[in-house]
């Protein structure tokens, strides 16, 4: 993924340093912040339907955070403490990580978190949300890399192996499972596509061309 250059508009540190009422504000905005992404995206954000349901006065939240940017970052990084910033699983064996850990995305995608998240991808092509979003989604996705490249390093995938096809490759297969209306992805399916993918992997489908010009 391509490194993000802007800069991402300034936040105010909403933990730690509040107490009581105040926290208690902080934590009722930013989650009515997360609800109104979900619904509306960036582009469509309402500070009014924000206060209303946060029950602030606009003033209050203005105070905190003057822009909208600056008040999506804000919600951006609350996620990120609640859902982000949790590890994904090291079990051990890959397929049993993946598995793990797509079942995790599953659960998230259908949270009010992940109706948010997702409205935020879908509009990265704009400079404002690509400078809000990109070292999230960046972090998150080295952490996703990671649960390849420690399976290379173990022995169980061949070296070379292309981290980002590999888990491209099952997210198009899980994504393209996932019933709608939303429901649980059945364990057996995801299961299934991990090993098949898996396998392929381990038979160096998925090694890189220059990887596989040197062996």
Do not use: C
Not at 90 to 99: A, H, I, M, R, S
Not at 185 to 196: I, W
């Amino acid at each position: 993924m391509p490194r993000v250059e802007s800069k991402r508009p300034k936040t105010r540190r909403t933990q730690g340093v509040l107490g009581g009422r105040s926290q208690r504000v902080v934590q009722q905005v930013l989650a009515a912040a997360v609800g109104e992404l979900g619904e509306s995206g960036y582009r469509a954000f309402r500070m009014d339907e924000v206060s209303r349901q946060a029950r602030v006065n606009k003033t209050t939240i203005y105070r905190r955070w003057p822009r909208k940017a600056e008040l999506v970052a804000a919600a951006v990084d609350w996620m990120r403490r609640l859902v982000h910033d949790v590890p994904l699983p090291d079990t051990g064996t890959l397929e049993q990580d993946l598995v793990e850990a797509f079942r995790r995305r599953g659960g998230f995608k259908h949270s009010v978190e992940g109706r948010a998240w997702a409205r935020l991808l879908a509009e990265q092509h704009d400079p404002e949300v690509r400078a809000i979003i990109g070292p999230a989604v960046e972090e998150r996705s080295a952490s996703w890399h990671e649960l390849v490249t420690r399976a290379v390093a173990r022995g169980q995938l061949p070296k070379g192996t292309d981290p980002g096809l590999l888990l491209g490759m099952l997210k198009a297969v899980v994504d393209a499972w996932t019933p709608s209306p939303p429901r649980r992805l059945k364990s057996a399916l995801l299961e299934t596509a991990v090993r098949t993918i898996v396998a392929g992997a381990r038979a160096g489908s998925l090694v890189s061309g220059n990887a596989r010009a040197r062996r």
